[in-house]
């Protein structure tokens, strides 16, 4: 979560001032702890084989410049965010942000995510924002350590410059003229790093001024930093307090700005993780319905915005002026398909049976039709058979009878008159007579015919056997 103070934004114009302030602080204790006036009473005398010189006395000066080294100082402060011990804020100045790890301010120290947590869990409460609170006024209030770590480097970097009148004699030749000194306040105090750098304006005839000043380099800053290591340390010690209270003075405005608006924060922002309507107490409806029955909805994240604060045009408080549910599921109710009933049932049974059925009544006629088609054929050879039989045997008596009766040839007369009658009759019936009329007359008619056809066939068989025996 991200809390944007214009107040924390601003605090970096404040801090330049401090800073400022001190620059001049600065320069004016130097100037009244009279850096110039030690430095020109104690005076510094260099014996070395190549010099002999003496250095201060009147026309020493000093200068010191704090502003182009004390500009960084806040720029380089505001870069560099500060958070808490347990990392649950951190502030960025330049912006004026800040951040908040929610996963630590709900797990703690070592929380990474706000995954696995219990149903419904709130996350701005009375005990969190609590710790939120804390952790903003711990974040800031390193603040000051941390200027004042900064603006030490800063004044240990600011640049004084010395300058000394020198007399005296140089590889026995008379000289007089200056030696001047750059070095920053740091190497003044013995705690910056590097060496303070030394030129000089003395004319020497036939003197290399580069050996003169290693020379007298090495004794000339021994002495000057006898005289500056007690002036200017204690002046930047002292300095440094009084920025740090001046931090604090900015720092402490801010946080009691910021203490209402996170302990009101609960009442902008209403935080819930791994959200579950029906396991409030007391259960609440989904906010999702189906078509016949609630729908059931959860949410990995619910956010509200300004909860129970009226919207625009509403006379009366919503549950909140914006809802963002994140990462929701949702199962939804729908119309279930009409499930088949009893007759539906009973219809499907009955075409089944009716199937079924008039397969098996086609499959039996089939059977019948050739039971019938078999039976048919067995009766109908039965049959001729038997007309075989009798017909041979009718034939045997026949021809038995014919060669014990001389009375076989007026048989045969008679037939040959019954087989003219007979050609008589088929000749009368193609020539679309009528034909024999059904009844008892027809009958017997039929039975007479057909008497005349057996004797007439017995007589045949019995002349082609006499033919044959050659009577």
């Known amino acids: 979560m991200t809390v944007s103070s214009p107040a924390v934004g601003g605090l970096s114009d404040e801090l330049n001032k401090v800073v400022d302030g001190a620059g001049g602080t600065l320069e004016d204790v130097i100037a009244e702890e009279g850096l110039a006036d030690e430095l020109a009473k104690a005076g510094i005398d260099i014996n070395t084989g190549l010099a ?64 696995g947590l219990d149903p419904n869990t709130q996350v701005l409460t009375s005990e969190t924002i609590g710790k939120i609170t804390d952790a903003v006024a711990e974040a800031l209030g390193t603040l000051g350590g941390k200027f004042n770590e900064t603006l030490k480097d800063g004044l240990n970097d600011a640049h004084a410059k ?13 000289a007089d003229g200056k030696i001047d000194i750059d070095a920053t306040l740091g190497q003044l105090a013995g705690t910056g790093e590097g060496g303070p750098k030394v030129t000089t304006d ?32 204690g002046i930047l010690n002292s300095t440094a307090d009084q920025v740090t209270g001046g931090v604090t003075d900015a720092v402490d405005p801010i946080l009691s700005g910021l203490d209402p608006v996170f302990e009101g924060l609960n009442k902008v922002v209403d935080l819930t993780i791994n959200e579950q309507p029906t396991k409030r107490d007391p259960a609440e409806d989904s906010n999702v319905k189906g078509t016949e029955d609630a729908g059931f909805t959860v949410n990995a994240v619910s956010l509200e915005l300004l909860p129970n604060v009226a919207a625009p045009n509403q006379a009366q408080a919503a549950d909140a002026v914006a809802d963002i549910n994140l990462a929701s599921s949702s199962v939804r109710a729908t119309a279930a398909d009409e499930a088949p ?19 098996a009544d086609a499959d039996d006629s089939a059977a019948a039709t050739a039971d019938a088609d078999d039976s048919a054929a067995t009766t109908a050879e039965a049959n001729a058979s038997a007309n075989a039989d009798d017909s041979a045997a009718a034939t045997d008596d026949a021809n038995a009878a014919a060669d014990n009766n001389d009375e076989a ?9 019954a087989n003219a009658s007979n050609d008589a009759d088929a000749s009368a019936a193609a020539d679309g007579g009528d034909l024999p009329r059904t009844g008892a007359n027809g009958t017997l008619a039929l039975g007479g015919l057909a008497a005349l056809l057996v004797a007439g066939g017995g007589i045949a068989i019995y002349l082609t056997r006499r033919n044959r025996s050659g009577l």
Request: charged share 25%.
């Open 162 to 174: 010395i300058s000394l009148p020198a007399e005296g004699s140089v590889a026995g030749i008379p």
């Open 202 to 233: 003395l004319n020497v005839a036939g003197i290399d001024l580069g050996d003169l000043i290693n020379s007298i380099t090495g004794p000339l800053l021994e002495g000057l930093l006898g005289v500056t290591e007690p002036i200017i340390g």
């Open 52 to 115: 002999n010189l003496k250095l201060g006395g009147e026309g020493t000066t000093v200068s010191v410049e704090t502003q182009d080294a004390l500009n960084s100082v806040v720029e380089n402060l505001v870069n560099e965010k500060l958070a808490d011990k347990a990392g649950i804020v951190s502030i960025d100045l330049k912006n004026g942000d800040i951040k908040i790890d929610l996963a630590k301010v709900v797990n703690g120290e070592n929380g990474e995510d706000l995954n």
């Open 409 to 417: 040839n007026a048989s045969a007369s008679s037939a040959d008159d």
């Open 341 to 359: 009933g009893d007759d539906a049932n009973a219809d499907d049974t009955a075409s089944a049976d009716a199937d079924d059925s008039a397969s």
